[in-house]
C-alpha cells in the first residue's frame, strides 16, 4: 500500500488529449516518461509493503510507525520547502488537515495489520476497493451523480469482494476485514482531501498527516508499549499489542526507510501525473497487484487461492470500468498511490485535461 498520505496536486500542468490523427512524437514522449514515472512510484511503494510484512512478526505496529514518522519529517519538511515554502505550513484549516490525518492513520494502521495475516497480494486487491468506495461516497458527501453503469460495477466490485472474504466458510480471515476497511477510511480521507485541495498544497497535507502519524504511533507506544497485552493468538492482534523491541541495526534501517521511500513515492508520483494526462497514466496503478503477487511469491511462498484469484479480477475490472466511464463523462475521480485527483474536462477547451479539486 502505498504511502497515500497527500491529495490532490494543485497547480499540475494541464496535458493535451490524444490527437484525432495521431500523437506528436513530443506528446509520445512525455506519456512514456509519465508512465514510466508512475509503474517507478509503484514499484518504491511496494517496497514499503514488503518491510513492514517482513517485521510484523518481530516488531509491534506502534515501533514501526512511530519510527517511519520521525523519519519522514525531514524528508517532508524538504518537499513543503521546495513546493510553497514553510509558509504553506501556517494553514486556514488547520483541523480539517488534522481530521483527515486522523483517518488516514486509522487506514494505514488497518492495511498493515491485514497485511501481518493475509497475503501481499489479496491485501493489495483488497485495497483496490478504494475506487468503488469513492465513487459511493462522491455521491453521499459531495452529491455527485453516478450513472446506472458505474452503480452496476460498484455492485460487481463489491461482489469481488464478497468471493474474496468468503464469509462463513473455513477459509474466512477476519483480518481481512482490516484490509476492507482501509479501503473505505482511505476514501473517506481523499473525499476531505478533495475539499482541502482548494486551498492546501499536497505537500502540507503529507506533512500534517505525518505529524498525526507520529503522534497515533507514541500514544499507542505508551499504551501497548510495555507488552502488558501482548498475546500471539493472532498474527494481526500480536503486530499491535507486542511491546517494544530493541531493533537490530537492519531492521532500524528498514524501518527508517520506511519514512525515505514516502518521498520519493510521492515525488515520482507528483511528476507522472505532471508530465502525462490522467487518464493515460492512472491504469498503471494497478501493477501495484503485479509486485504484491511477486513479491508474495518469492518471499513468503504466497500465492492467492483460486477463488481468490476471480474476486480479485472481478475488483480490478470493476475498478477500470468506475475510470473509464468516469473518463467518459468528463469528470474523472483517479485514485493513485499518491492519493486522489480530480479531472474535470474543460469546457472551453474540450481536448485538455486538468487537475483540479
Known amino acids: 500500500m502505498a504511502d497515500s498520505t497527500q491529495g490532490t496536486v ?17 506528446v509520445f514522449d512525455q506519456r512514456l516518461k509519465g508512465i514510466a514515472f508512475l509503474m517507478l512510484g509503484i514499484a518504491i511503494f511496494s517496497v514499503q509493503d514488503v518491510i513492514l510484512k517482513s517485521i510484523s512478526g518481530i ?21 513543503v520547502i521546495v513546493d510553497c515554502g514553510l509558509r504553506g505550513l501556517v494553514s486556514a484549516r488547520p483541523v480539517a488537515l488534522l481530521v483527515r490525518g486522523a483517518i488516514m492513520f486509522t487506514a494505514y494502521t488497518s492495511f498493515y495489520l491485514a497485511l501481518a495475516a493475509l497475503p501481499l497480494a489479496t491485501c493489495v486487491a483488497f485495497f483496490f476497493t478504494a475506487p468503488l468506495f469513492i465513487t459511493i461516497l462522491s455521491v453521499l458527501v459531495l452529491g455527485e451523480k453516478v450513472g446506472p453503469i458505474r452503480w452496476a460495477a460498484v455492485g460487481i466490485g463489491f461482489l469481488g469482494v464478497v468471493i474474496m472474504v468468503r464469509p462463513g466458510t473455513e477459509v474466512f480471515e477476519w483480518a ?10 482511505y476514501s473517506a480521507a481523499q473525499i476531505l482531501a478533495r475539499k482541502l485541495g482548494t486551498t492546501e498544497r499536497s505537500t ?24 502488558d497485552f501482548a498475546t500471539e493468538e493472532h498474527k494481526s492482534l500480536a503486530f499491535l499489542l507486542r511491546g517494544w523491541v530493541m531493533p537490530t541495526p537492519r531492521d532500524l534501517a528498514l524501518m527508517m526507510s520506511c519514512g525515505v521511500i514516502a518521498g520519493l513515492g510521492l515525488v515520482a508520483l507528483t511528476q507522472a501525473y505532471r508530465v502525462a494526462p490522467a487518464n493515460v497514466v492512472a491504469p498503471f496503478e494497478y501493477t501495484a497487484l503485479l509486485w504484491g503477487v511477486l513479491y508474495g511469491w518469492a518471499l513468503w511462498g504466497e500465492l492467492p487461492l483460486p477463488m481468490t484469484w476471480l474476486g480479485i479480477a472481478i475488483v ?28 474535470r474536462r474543460k469546457s472551453r477547451r474540450p481536448n485538455e485535461f486538468s487537475n483540479s479539486p
Open 59 to 79: 516488531y509491534p505496529i506502534h515501533q514501526a510507525l512511530t519510527i517511519r514518522g520521525l523519519t519522514s519529517v525531514p524528508v517532508l519538511l524538504a518537499m
Open 176 to 185: 481481512s476485514l482490516f484490509a476492507i476497511y482501509a479501503g473505505l477510511s
Open 316 to 343: 480490478i475490472g470493476a475498478g477500470l470500468v468506475v475510470l473509464y466511464r468516469e473518463r467518459q463523462t468528463g469528470s474523472l475521480t483517479l485514485w493513485r498511490r499518491g492519493g486522489w485527483s480530480k479531472i
Open 204 to 227: 502540507v497535507m503529507g506533512f500534517y498527516g505525518n505529524g498525526v502519524f507520529l503522534l497515533g504511533g507514541l500514544v499507542l507506544a505508551a499504551i501497548l508499549g510495555g507488552g
Open 10 to 26: 494543485p497547480g499540475a500542468a494541464a496535458v493535451s488529449a490524444p490527437l484525432p490523427d495521431g500523437l506528436a512524437p513530443a
